[in-house]
């Protein structure tokens, strides 16, 4: 059977949770795909620290250790900021190797570059796990957009948000410990300034933006406001009227074709679909011309709900290349 | 260029639907696909009825005629019952002709035998439109389960009824009004019983069953209730208490393997994901392993929705034929 050899790119909670799945799926991956795929580098900042017990032999420091590795073809990445990230990709798929990717700051930079110089190499960019954790609203659009024109996508597109928010009506709890709690539990970064500004919600939204418009507003143009212009009283009060707070990023493309965006809080009914939308998960309405409008609800965050996500597109990927034979 | 020809069989609401989307969006799909779909035959019982102008030439009432076309290589199935949709479809799979089907009748009584038969020869099942309308549950489900297990299916997937109980509640018509009125806006069959009687829900619950598990509970076994059990009254009871009745299916994998059903009614809180599900739409949550809860949320009857997925399908296809070139 044929071996594709595959690497992950940072270790961190979504690096390994992709290790933990293609090791707990192996038997499942390899009947369905016909391939057998093996985790042959991972490339970390510091070596000595072994998170997986018997990945050891896999770490390297070194991007070009792992381009030397004979049958590499496979890259997952998994680390934050937009360099060196992008750089590692670029030179992956000039090496031939597909390459998955969770990086929304990265991606809604750079992303369409990736893809164009992709598809001049003849491997694709899953991107899946940009966007909503484990909510499939990249491969939901693309399936769309076979058929429909989108006019406007709405969501919840930050889970520590929404859970800090959740924790703050259901518990009564200040910004501040829903903040700590969220950092606790693993959901906020140590920095937690992307979250809550709104910024995290901004770059997926730009993502979106790509996909469904093929451009993006004038980032400068698009409105963010975090969710720190929301006090524990605004919230009390938003429950005793019946109604909650959610931070909703939008982009639309207006009718003289205009893209434009916008992230912040916004109070909902009970009749509004975001409205049960609560913890840590995530919600995308799509506004469809021959569907109407598709929403698509699930955990926003979180090792496994990220992880799957980039191995289903791995999975998508070798099922693409496996092809389909029959005679049009 | 490639030119693709295609049937239609059955011109009703979703057929002409199927017609109208492939002609307005013929460039773009010509662009995206690099082929040409042409309409070559529509199969009708009464050909003297042109239903859409321009179209006569195109009907025929013998399915013969339907296959001795030549390069016909698509078959889209718009018709209710099982027989003689199967038939029609089991020759068109050994023509060698892709299938795209809306018939949850026939699929989910005979849909694992016509995916072996089109394995067989090299040719797609498309049936996304047998469940939920627009909402694309099953593209859904097959990209979650090439890598999570999938333990339990539940949703609203009949929009005639979850319109009817919306009506009931917010206009406080009888249980026969709202049915009327479905039946005016061609929701409802003018035979509701399968509506009304949970059997349409029933039928597409048993084609998720299939998809998530490989297999179906005993047709004998799943209690189906109706929502012909809901009085007004009851309805005006839940309300006054902030509930809602929503009439849910739900298929799961007990601990000890055994795939159990149910139909019925069900009343819901404001907390919970089906509270704001109005209308005609339908709503599909889905337990996996690694991701948690899905859920797909849209537009779950009417034309243009069920005809767009069933392009969806088609464009999936050609997309799937047109390959990916790459060496591994």
Known sequence: MAVIKAAILGFGTVGQGIYHILNEKREALREKLGVELEVAKILVRDTSNERIPGTQHLLTDNIDEVFAEKGMQVVFE?????????????????????????????FAKRGLELQTLAKQNGVFVGYEATVAGGVPVIKTLKNILLVNDVSCIQGILNGTTNYMLTKMRKEGWSFEEALLEAQRLGYAEADPYNDISGQDAFKKLMVLSDLAFGEQPAWAEVEV?????????????????????????EVERQA????????????????????????????????????????????????????????????????????????I
């Not at 006090?231 to 005793?240: H, I, L, M, N």
């Not at 809080?265 to 609560?278: A, G, K, Y």
């Not at 090792?303 to 289903?312: F, G, I, Q, R």
């Open 78 to 106: 998994a680390i934050v900021n937009e360099e060196p990230a992008f750089s590692y990709l670029k030179q992956a798929i000039e090496n031939k190797c597909h390459v998955v990717t969770a990086n929304k700051v990265m």
């Open 256 to 327: 003289d074709g205009k893209i434009v965006g916008k992230v912040a809080p916004m109070l909902v009914d009970r009749e509004h679909p975001l409205f049960p939308i609560d913890d840590v998960f995530n919600a995308v309405a799509i506004d469809t011309n021959y569907i109407g409008t598709l929403t698509v609800t699930g955990p926003g965050a979180g090792m496994y709900p990220t992880a799957s996500v980039m191995v289903e597109d791995y999975a998508e990927i070798i099922g693409k290349r496996a092809g389909f034979v029959v005679t």
């Open 225 to 249: 406001i975090g969710v720190d212009t929301i006090s524990a009283e605004d919230v009390k009060v938003a429950t005793e009227q019946g109604m909650r707070y959610r931070h909703v990023a």
